[in-house]
């Protein structure tokens, strides 16, 4: 089931870590947007919540199943829909991207989630998923403190490798890497592979 209180009733609060942490948050939009395939692309956001990334990534459709975040993502002309990552809207090959940002440390099921973003992918068509990287310094932090969190409590915070794993299991070939937060770097840098920065973005491309 879904891990939505949190973001109900916190949906304000939510918002207000991307004020004030405007440069990581810049940084991660950053690395994410290397590895995004360029219009006329059709993508949509899976775990879309206020809109954060989709809008200024230029993605217009998202499932969030929290209704007040959704909310908020509908105010920014996004179509949102309801419905949990493992059970998506849609039909076989609508879409040439996928994206998930933050997403797979609150799903059920990390496979499942793989499964129904392949499927709703175009041939050639790629997942791009977003995560703060459990082996890093602001990964340990987070698995250290969930408890004390209001939105990380029940979270399953994963590594690059396990993402990596992840993909190729679902079918997935052809990864990259994009990495951000990387300390002791200036802020905003953003590196290819993974290992060094506390945000991973990372692409699988659907080969048949």
Not at 19 to 24: D, I, K, P, T, V
Not at 32 to 38: G, N, T, Y
Request: with cysteine; proline share 6%; aromatic share 12%.
């Amino acid at each position: 089931m879904p891990k939505t209180e949190p973001f109900d009733v916190h949906s304000d609060r939510y918002d207000a870590w991307f004020e004030r942490n405007h440069e990581a948050y810049v940084a991660e939009l950053e690395a994410v947007r290397r590895l995004i395939p360029p219009p006329p692309a059709r993508g949509m956001e899976v775990g879309v919540g206020s809109g954060k990334f989709a809008a200024p990534l230029g993605i217009r459709i998202g499932v969030e199943p929290s209704e007040e975040m959704a909310a908020k993502a509908e105010r920014l002309d996004i179509e949102v829909f309801r419905n949990a990552a493992e059970a998506l809207p849609f039909g076989d090959a609508a879409f040439d991207f996928v994206l998930m940002v933050t997403t797979i440390c609150f799903v059920d099921d990390i496979p499942k989630s793989f499964e129904e973003a392949y499927r709703v992918l175009k041939p050639g068509g790629c997942l791009i998923v977003g995560f703060v990287d459990r082996e890093s310094d602001l990964g340990k932090r987070y698995e250290k403190n969930r408890a004390q969190s209001v939105f990380y409590q029940d979270a399953v915070f994963v590594s690059a490798r396990e993402v990596r794993d992840y993909f190729a299991d679902a079918g997935f070939g052809d990864l990259a890497f994009t990495q951000t937060l990387i300390p002791g770097d200036a802020p905003g840098l953003v590196q290819s592979g993974y290992g060094k920065g506390a945000f991973v973005a990372a692409r699988g491309v659907k080969t048949d």
